[in-house]
């Protein structure tokens, strides 16, 4: 990522007039996956002042703050213009739902969750945060069952050792609070 961050930075500035909303996009999500965060909101940020109603810019900006715990009203009215623009798009209505179970709306969480897997059922976050959502709303075998499908597509390491967890009962979902970052 850092390679890429250099070569967006060599192209940016050797462009004459205003680049296009793509590049600040793109070189926001490698600066975000460096771990440059504060760099890639700014990218995300002058994207979106580019072309506001970009569904994958709101997306991705949405979601990063979705994760970090931040703005999230912000961020959910983001989210459901991107859904709009893109209603059969699994990962943004995944954010939706994320976002809506983060602000404690467990029930239409659900909903837009269920409408993610069915959309994209061979992704493991998704199907994670399906079964995190109806852990919390008392559907418990769902919930494991969603984990094991998870568990089934192989996930990163990382959101494999939580699923696991979550499977083991040595750390179950618990309704996340706005400013709490997610544990994976």
């Not at 961050?5 to 462009?15: F, Q, S, T």
């Not at 999500?29 to 990218?43: Q, V």
């Not at 993610?116 to 919390?136: F, M, Q, R, S, T």
């Amino acid at each position: 990522f850092e390679e890429a961050i250099d070569a967006y930075d060599l192209v940016i500035e050797r462009l004459d007039g205003e680049p296009d909303w793509g590049l600040f996009y793109s070189r926001g999500i490698s600066l975000e996956r460096a771990k440059h965060w504060g760099r890639a909101e700014r990218d995300f940020l002058k994207a979106l002042e580019l072309s506001p109603d970009q569904p994958l810019v709101l997306n991705y900006l949405g979601y990063s703050w979705v994760e970090q715990g931040v703005k999230l009203e912000r961020a959910k009215g983001m989210i459901e213009i991107a859904v709009e623009k893109r209603p059969r798009d699994a990962y943004i209505t995944d954010s939706l739902g994320w976002v809506l179970y983060r602000l404690g709306d467990y029930v239409t969480a659900v909903v837009h969750l269920e409408t993610a897997v069915a959309l994209e059922p061979g992704d493991p976050i998704i199907n994670d945060h399906l079964g995190d959502a109806y852990w919390v709303v008392g559907r418990k075998l769902e919930a494991r069952f969603q984990w094991l499908r998870a568990l089934s597509l192989k996930p990163e390491s990382d959101v494999e050792m939580q699923i696991r967890l979550k499977l083991n009962g040595k750390k179950m979902p618990e309704p996340m609070l706005p400013r709490k970052k997610r544990g994976i």
